[in-house]
């Protein structure tokens, strides 16, 4: 079978067992991997209504058809498990050299379950597997675990995905990290590997992923490689994904003091730009391009940033990377922190400590917008004034989270949570199913405020395209690759009728077929990425021999969505968490361009009730109806 190693890793953490599944190409063909593989095992062998930190939540992690190949954008996992942050289904996706040498080492994917009586660490190696103890290792930072995990294997190229203090201290949004810089962050999928005492997935091989058509793969690797410097993505090398910070800004879309505003007068302070100039690894010496800027295996995008700061009040070990727009904007204008080095502390903690980014800065700026509202006191903060651009503070409250100490204790649940055990501050809420917002205003981009909502794993700005890319105006420019996907009625932004619900939905799927496939987004997309999605079915046929058509391939993402809703319905989730924060709907935005801007109710209820419909769900509960999932090959899980 061309693309897939053919084998999935089973652990059972409980007796220290591993097993070896070896699917048939149809199994493989209908799920594909990543996102989609893991809902399967997830919706098939986990039993219903089970707490998130029960040993039988099962945490799988896996690549994907074209993960490993000489292709920029292909190296990427996805991590899914129950989340404890949302009581829903988890998902996450990273990038880096983990998810290729996952494929290097003999598998797709490895399924966990079980909870192991003390630390292990799993160690996957040509084929083979073994579990170690890893008790020298809990506790530890991940640059430091990294180094010894590499020095007791006697292999400097290992490469290992690990949780961090964070994850062991089950804190609600802690990420799962490799290389000590990329991060698994949303939903919590770090805190579901601490609560099984697995420290560390180790892997390293000699094995390589077979392609059926070489020469067509090769040839999309070097049109990737040749069109980039002309593409609507170049400059990602130099200035990286922050660069959007004044775009943001300029129109009135850069969320501000927890989302009250859409402008942060600083913003040019910690644009990317401003990054590159001043705190980028090598910058000012002309070596910034070999030493501050980084990648994924084969990617020619090379969007990573290596921060180095050694000295002033913050400093910053480049071992652990450089901030991304989210972490710029929820450590930055969420908090009304200017100050470039401190954001970059506050991500070098969050990758050391192995939190998630937009949770950790997002339940932060809820915190002091409830503090500066009088609504929590010096007593419940533990003494500790929280002011919007107080960056040490900012800093202070990363660290207590991580360790769970003084009122890092509460605020390690989640703003949602802490909201409720406080009995205060639910009025600044931004989340969705408890998921801290990310930095994409639905006040400002509409059809956001469609997708966070209905998002089976809550917020996500990655899970559709936006609502700028179907304007007419920009529309000119993606038309051929959006009518590709049966996209042809372009909307201004300010729209959310059924047409943009459409966009919505097709893109929606989409990218779910992107976390399947485990394609990057800021490479392979729908519309402004290097890659279309022509050349996306050009490349899945290439590396498989499979005749696949566009809607096969969409339909493989709606498949994911749909096992991932029926899933929610087992846990009791459905329509009535299908909503926004009420601070999103109340609070109209002040200053600058979106000065008045909220979403309207009425109007998201009926594009709610339009998407359900144009899903094939019941328009009142949300969930799949059975036709729906029996038209797309799931009606085993009925039964289950
Ligand atoms: S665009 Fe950036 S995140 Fe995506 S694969 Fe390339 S280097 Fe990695």
Redesign the pocket.
């Known amino acids: 079978m061309a693309g897939y190693m053919g084998k999935i890793l089973h652990v059972n953490l409980f007796d220290r067992t591993t097993t070896v599944e070896s699917p048939d190409e149809a199994f493989y063909r209908k799920y594909m991997g990543g996102s989609g593989l893991n809902l399967y095992y997830l919706l098939r062998d986990m039993a219903p209504g089970l707490d998130a930190f029960d040993p039988g939540n099962i945490l799988a992690i896996s690549a994907g058809v074209t993960t490993g190949l000489p292709v920029?954008?292909?190296?990427?996992i996805t991590i899914s498990a129950k989340s404890p942050l949302t009581g829903a289904v988890g998902d996450s996706q990273s990038?880096?050299y983990w998810p290729a040498e996952l494929k290097f080492s003999g598998f797709d994917a490895v399924i966990i379950k079980g909870r192991a009586s003390a630390p292990v660490y799993l160690w996957i190696h040509d084929g083979e597997a073994e579990i170690k103890d890893a008790g020298h290792l809990w506790g530890q930072i991940t640059g430091d675990a990294e180094q010894q995990i590499k020095e007791e294997l006697g292999d400097e190229k290992v490469k290992i995905l690990q949780i961090g203090p964070g994850g062991e201290n089950q804190v609600r949004f802690a990420a799962v990290i490799s290389m000590s810089n990329r991060a698994n962050g949303r939903t919590g999928m770090g805190a579901v590997m601490g609560s099984k005492n697995l420290k560390a997935v180790v892997v390293r091989g000699k094995q390589r992923p077979q392609t059926a058509d070489r020469t067509t793969v090769n040839e999309l690797a070097k049109w990737g490689a040749k069109t980039y410097p002309d593409s609507m993505?170049a400059g990602?090398d130099l200035y990286g994904?922050a660069s959007a910070v004044l775009g943001m800004q300029a129109a009135g879309g850069l969320p501000s003091y927890n989302f009250s505003s859409g402008v942060f007068d600083q913003a040019q302070k910690i644009d990317g730009t401003t990054m590159t100039k001043t705190i980028l690894k090598g910058c000012g010496t002309g070596e910034q391009n070999r030493l501050g800027i980084?990648?994924?295996?084969?990617?020619?995008?090379?969007?990573?940033r290596v921060v180095e700061i050694t000295d002033g009040p913050y400093p910053v070990d480049p071992v652990y990377g450089g901030p991304e727009y989210e972490t710029v904007a929820t450590f930055g204008s969420y908090c009304g922190i200017d100050d470039l080095p401190a954001i970059a502390k506050a991500n070098e903690l969050c990758n050391k400590y192995g939190l998630d980014t937009i949770s950790c800065g997002a339940t932060i700026a809820w915190a002091m917008e409830a503090f500066e509202a009088g609504e929590l006191t010096l007593e419940e903060t533990e003494g500790l004034e929280l002011r919007f651009g107080d960056a040490q503070a900012m800093l202070d409250l990363t660290e207590l989270i991580a360790k769970r100490e003084g009122f890092g204790r509460i605020l390690a649940e989640g703003s949602a949570r802490a909201a409720g055990q406080l009995g205060k501050g639910e009025r600044f809420l931004i989340t969705c199913k408890n998921q801290e917002s990310p930095a994409h205003m639905p006040q400002h981009k509409k059809s956001m405020a469609l997708i966070y909502a209905v998002n089976p794993f809550g917020a996500d700005h990655q899970s559709s395209e936006h609502d700028t890319e179907y304007e007419q105006e920009v529309f000119e420019h993606f038309s051929e690759r959006l009518a590709f996907l049966g996209l042809a009625d372009p909307q201004p932004a300010a729209a959310l009728n059924a047409a943009k619900v459409s966009y919505a939905r097709k893109t929606q799927q989409l990218m779910s077929l992107m976390d399947s496939l485990n394609l990057?987004?800021?490479?392979w997309g729908s519309t402004w990425q290097l890659y279309g999605p022509e050349q996306t079915l050009a490349f899945v046929r290439a590396v498989t021999g499979w005749e696949v058509s566009m809607e096969e391939l969409l339909q493989v993402g709606e498949r994911r969505l749909n096992m991932m809703r029926r899933f929610n319905a087992r846990e009791g989730i459905a329509a009535a968490q299908d909503t926004l924060p009420e601070k999103f709907f109340n609070a109209p935005l002040k200053g600058g361009l979106s000065e008045g801007w909220k979403v309207d109710k009425q109007e998201f209820e009926a594009a709610r009730s339009e998407y359900y419909r144009q899903c094939g769900w019941d328009e009142t509960t949300g969930i799949p109806a059975p036709e729906t999932l029996k038209r797309l090959g799931l009606a085993w899980s009925i039964e289950k």
């Open positions: 920029s954008g292909q190296s990427r990038g880096g993505v990602m994904t980084d990648t994924c295996f084969g990617c020619v995008v090379k969007c990573k990057c987004q800021f490479v």
